[in-house]
């Protein structure tokens, strides 16, 4: 149970991370889309933004290994012992194109390395949605339906959290075509329309984010 407990603890430290880091990219990335003030300055907000940005990301990574532990060790799941360490490295490599990705971001590399990383979730998405919902129907290969369900759950916010990191990068475009032309009504456009999707979407995060929590903590029976 020490095990558990300490996979517990750090699962909780994860979702606060995730819950908490979103809020500051939210408001941080206000001005962004503010022509009021100078490129300048709008681009060290999209860089606190950035900054802010990677504990979320480094959050909800996080959660999808912390979860399948737990769950191993409750046998939600028939994935055993000997599957956890394979799991834990390709964790830890998934981590660390994300983390190269922040390294290098603004840079052709960075939006590189970000593609990969985007690559990653193109997999694990469908995975979690269709083993959850096969779980739901059979009970299997996740034993408990508010497990499943939250598997599902998670894998929708990864979409879209998905959506989020797409507008990230749109800004990195937008910016350099600022940079480099100057001022330009259609381009600033892009940025109101991209921000004020994501901020709609933020809202939609935030409640999967606590229905992620409501039925890690009430774990019901349906």
């Given amino acids: 149970m020490g095990t558990y407990l300490f996979l517990k603890w750090a699962h909780i430290l994860a979702m606060a991370y995730w819950l908490g880091g979103e809020w500051g990219v939210f408001n941080a990335s206000r001005p ?10 709008r681009r060290r907000h999209m860089e606190t933004a950035y900054l802010i940005d990677i504990l979320p990301r480094t959050g909800i990574i996080l959660l ?7 769950g191993s060790i409750m046998t939600y799941h028939p994935l055993g012992a000997d599957w956890i360490i394979p799991m834990w490295l390709f964790v830890i ?23 990969i990383d985007e690559a990653v979730r193109y997999v694990i998405i469908p995975l979690l949605i269709g083993f959850g919902s096969y779980s739901l129907m ?34 990195v475009v937008l910016f350099r075509i600022l940079d480099a032309e100057g001022p330009n009504s ?8 991209s921000l004020a999707f994501g901020r709609l979407l933020a809202y939609f995060y935030w409640i999967g984010i606590a229905t992620v929590a409501w039925f890690g903590v009430f774990k019901p029976v349906f």
């Fill in 32 to 41: 962004v889309t503010d022509i009021k003030l100078s490129l300048e300055e």
């Fill in 64 to 70: 999808l290994p912390l979860g399948l532990h737990m």
């Fill in 93 to 115: 490599i998934w981590l660390s194109i994300t983390f190269t990705a922040f390294r290098y971001r603004g840079t052709d590399k960075g939006l590189y390395y970000t593609k």
């Fill in 138 to 171: 059979t009970g299997w290969p996740f034993t408990a339906s508010w497990y499943a369900a939250k598997a599902i759950i998670y894998a929708l916010l990864l979409v879209i959290g998905l959506l989020l990191r797409f507008i990230m990068r749109e800004w």
């Fill in 186 to 193: 259609e381009v600033e456009n892009r940025l109101s329309r």
